[in-house]
């Protein structure tokens, strides 16, 4: 995380795991996914499964002040940017409701700014 001009601080975000399979960090962007005022980090992710892609969304409240060791994620209840899949599962198709950037932030403008 940048702390001041070229300076950087090195922070824990988060494991991704999928059944030992490479999970890829696809996105990482700021929204303000709560109640407060302060954007907070938001981290899509990917991993290819039979069938289809896995989406991981995950979203991080007080990112910036103070600095913290480890970001604190916020649960996927709280924000309403849940993980799926997309692709065929069990003979059905599946369908992920949160693939892009724009469908959070969609999402998000819904939830918090009406």
Same mark, same amino acid.
């Given at each position: 995380?940048? $702390?001041?001009? @070229?300076?950087?601080?090195?922070?824990?975000?988060?494991?991704?795991? =999928?059944?030992?399979?490479? +999970?890829?960090?696809?996105? +990482?962007?700021?929204? =303000?996914?709560?109640? @407060?005022? $302060? *954007? #907070?980090?938001? %981290?899509?992710?990917?991993?290819? #499964?039979?069938?289809?892609?896995?989406?991981? =969304?995950? +979203?991080?409240?007080? +990112?910036?002040?103070?600095?913290?060791?480890?970001?604190?994620?916020?649960? &996927?209840? *709280?924000?309403? %940017? #849940?993980?799926?899949?997309?692709?065929?599962?069990?003979? *059905?198709?599946?369908?992920?409701?949160?693939?892009?950037? &724009? @469908?959070?932030?969609?999402?998000?403008?819904? #939830?918090?700014?009406?």
């Amino acid at each position: 995380m940048p $702390t001041a001009g @070229d300076y950087y601080k090195r922070i824990l975000i988060d494991s991704f795991s =999928n059944d030992g399979k490479l +999970v890829k960090i696809s996105k +990482v962007f700021f929204a =303000n996914a709560d109640s @407060d005022q $302060t *954007k #907070e980090m938001v %981290i899509m992710a990917t991993a290819s #499964e039979p069938g289809g892609t896995m989406y991981y =969304n995950r +979203v991080y409240d007080n +990112v910036f002040k103070p600095m913290p060791g480890q970001l604190r994620r916020i649960p &996927e209840a *709280k924000t309403k %940017i #849940e993980s799926g899949f997309e692709g065929m599962k069990n003979g *059905k198709q599946s369908h992920s409701k949160f693939r892009s950037e &724009e @469908d959070i932030l969609e999402t998000l403008k819904k #939830e918090w700014h009406n």
